[in-house]
């Protein structure tokens, strides 16, 4: 008996030349925005509703703009006073004192925040003094440190220590604490000494709540610039915004009030990407 033919197989045939292969099922692209994008859409696009009702109801008369002048008088202004050089200048000074006081505060604040957090004697003797002496409002201190630094730069250097000093340091302390004690264990198990316990244990552990105080001193010192500059200052953001009320300037005055703004917004970006570049373990939510 003879065993089945099997037929071959059919060879693949090649489209000939100059045909036009035929067009397969067409590709649904995914044109649905990214929780990323639809973040920054939204942050692009709240201010500036916020900013056509304004001038909406400033035209409309609905508010007095006599006190609440429109958006476009106020970028007008703010147009000439870049022109002349004027904004310029004061912004110039008030960020250089901004980043001279950010790091007199934030150098001390992260040292003794990681000590602190490390030692439990170090904790006991310097928590009291932090706890008593943070409550006490920032700007109530400007009398004392006019009394004690002068009116010259040094004066409003110190209040941005202040204010970034703080926030540092109890949020460093915190994040030091809450490092589980395994990992101390393992580094001494190893041998580490304090000071590499210091530097590759307490800080990288710590370094999220760290990042989180540096912001929250950031933000605090950009205020207590604006405050320091309006008393004993011919110079800064704070003195052009104090300069304007007693001129009866109202758009000067929102022009000051806007480039703050716009300050603390670069700043909390610039962090956020320090934040997510140092800690990539930390989830974007």
Request: aromatic share 8%; hydrophobic share 50%; proline share 8%.
């Amino acid at each position: 008996m003879s065993p089945p033919a099997t037929s071959a197989p059919t060879p693949a045939t090649s489209p000939a030349p100059g045909a036009v292969p035929e067009a397969g099922p067409p590709v649904r692209r995914d044109r649905r925005i990214s929780p990323r994008q639809r973040d920054r859409l939204l942050a692009v696009a709240t201010p500036l509703a916020l900013l056509l009702v304004w001038e909406i109801l400033a035209r409309a008369g609905a508010i007095d703009a006599r006190f609440f002048p429109a958006p476009s008088d106020i970028f007008q202004r703010m147009i000439e006073s870049v022109s002349n050089g004027e904004l310029w200048g004061h912004t110039w000074a008030s960020l250089r004192r901004l980043f001279f006081g950010f790091w007199l505060g934030l150098v001390p604040g992260l040292l003794l925040g990681v000590v602190m957090g490390l030692s439990r004697g170090v904790r006991a003797a310097l928590s009291p003094l932090v706890s008593g002496t943070y409550p006490i409002p920032k700007s109530a201190l400007l009398p004392l440190i006019l009394l004690v630094f002068g009116l010259g730069e040094m004066s409003k250097v110190v209040m941005v220590a202040i204010g970034v000093f703080y926030p540092v340091i109890l949020n460093t302390t915190a994040g030091v604490l809450q490092i589980q004690p395994i990992y101390y264990d393992v580094a001494k198990n190893f041998g580490a000494k304090r000071l590499q316990v210091f530097r590759t244990v307490a800080v990288p552990g710590a370094m999220p709540s760290i990042m989180t105080g540096v912001e929250l001193g950031a933000g605090l010192g950009l205020i207590l610039i604006a405050i320091a500059e309006m008393v004993g200052a011919e110079s800064g953001l704070g003195f052009m915004i104090w300069n304007a009320w007693q001129l009866y300037s109202v758009e000067t005055m929102y022009v000051g009030l806007l480039v703050i703004a716009l300050i603390g917004y670069a700043m909390s970006l610039l962090l956020g990407s320090i934040a997510r570049a140092i800690t990539p373990w930390k989830a974007d939510r």
